[in-house]
């Protein structure tokens, strides 16, 4: 089973919201979610170990159209993404300020490979698991 960090893949989500007119920087959102984790009083691991891992999820989410490129008339610049409908829904599903947001990650992290596009699918369509 593939596990996934959901707080970074979370993280990295909301900054492609965010990312009209600036480039995506996977390795400093990482930098900035070991902060809060560590201001939280979370243990935050290996930072470096955390960056990397940052910028493989970025070449997956890609991969995997959770994200695609943001097109210039967004404040594209080639180098920053928009969330596709599958990034929404998974965003949707790991966003942690809304409450009961442990029993969709919990539901993911049951799958072989929750990122899987076909798996995905499959379990974001079911109601159950919001």
Same mark, same amino acid.
């Given at each position: 089973?593939?596990?996934?960090?959901?707080?970074?893949?979370?993280?990295?989500?909301?900054?492609?919201?965010?990312?009209?007119?600036?480039s995506?920087?996977?390795?400093?959102?990482?930098?900035? !979610?070991?902060?809060? !984790?560590?201001?939280?009083?979370?243990?935050?691991?290996?930072?470096?170990?955390?960056?990397?891992?940052?910028?493989?999820?970025?070449?997956?989410?890609?991969?995997?159209?959770?994200?695609?490129?943001r097109?210039?008339? !967004?404040?594209?610049?080639?180098?920053?993404?928009?969330?596709?409908?599958?990034?929404?829904?998974?965003?949707?599903?790991?966003?942690?300020?809304?409450?009961?947001?442990?029993?969709?990650? !919990?539901?993911?992290?049951?799958?072989?490979?929750?990122?899987?596009?076909?798996?995905?699918?499959q379990?974001?369509?079911?109601?159950?698991?919001?």
């Open positions: 089973m593939t596990q996934y960090n959901w707080d970074l893949i979370e993280r990295l989500l909301h900054e492609v919201q965010n990312s009209a007119d600036k995506f920087a996977p390795r400093a959102y990482a930098e900035d !979610q070991a902060a809060a !984790q560590a201001a939280d009083g979370e243990p935050t691991g290996n930072l470096d170990h955390l960056k990397t891992l940052a910028a493989d999820y970025e070449a997956l989410l890609l991969k995997r159209g959770f994200i695609e490129t097109p210039e008339e !967004q404040g594209g610049n080639g180098e920053n993404f928009v969330l596709t409908p599958r990034g929404a829904s998974l965003l949707a599903l790991l966003d942690s300020s809304i409450p009961g947001s442990e029993h969709p990650r !919990q539901i993911l992290d049951e799958q072989a490979d929750a990122l899987d596009p076909d798996t995905f699918d379990v974001a369509a079911k109601a159950q698991i919001a």
